[in-house]
């Protein structure tokens, strides 16, 4: 069974850096698309960030230039580096991961995370971001 468990979460004043990691279980990530979510209370899920099996990379236009995703596929880990944090950077924090080629991480925004559209998802992560 394939699992996704999110680490690196926490509290920090605007301004700080923090760096989230999700580690896959029970399969390999040579094979799979990669994206991290995020959902505040009242607003939508939004996807942030995501890399394609081939390296290809998404940001949200509210995080490009502040956040970079990568993966090492030797460790089965993503890494969400998050910089220049904002107070609107405050949500939890999800890790999805979807078969090479499927479109479930196109979903740019949805109701919920997580959403039936990407495969698996992890537990989520609090990123608190203050003022």
């Known amino acids: 069974e394939v699992q996704l468990v999110e680490s690196g979460g926490g509290s920090v004043e605007a301004g700080g850096s923090l760096r989230l990691s999700c580690r896959v279980s029970?399969?390999?990530?040579?094979?799979?698309?990669m994206g991290w979510y995020r959902q505040a209370p009242g607003n939508e899920c939004e996807l942030v960030s995501s890399?394609?099996?081939?390296?290809?990379?998404y940001y949200a236009d509210s995080v490009k230039g502040r956040f970079t995703i990568s993966r090492d596929n030797a460790k089965n880990t993503v890494y969400l580096e998050m910089n220049s944090l904002k107070p609107e950077d405050t949500a939890v924090y999800y890790c999805?991961?979807?078969?090479?080629?499927?479109?479930?991480?196109?979903?740019?925004?949805?109701?919920?995370?997580?959403?039936?559209?990407?495969?698996?998802w992890g537990q989520g992560t609090q990123v608190t971001v203050s003022s």
């Open positions: 999805a991961a979807d078969r090479a080629g499927d479109t479930g991480l196109m979903v740019v925004t949805a109701n919920f995370c997580p959403h039936p559209a990407a495969d698996y």
């Open positions: 890399i394609s099996s081939g390296g290809k990379t």
């Open positions: 029970g399969g390999t990530l040579d094979d799979s698309d």
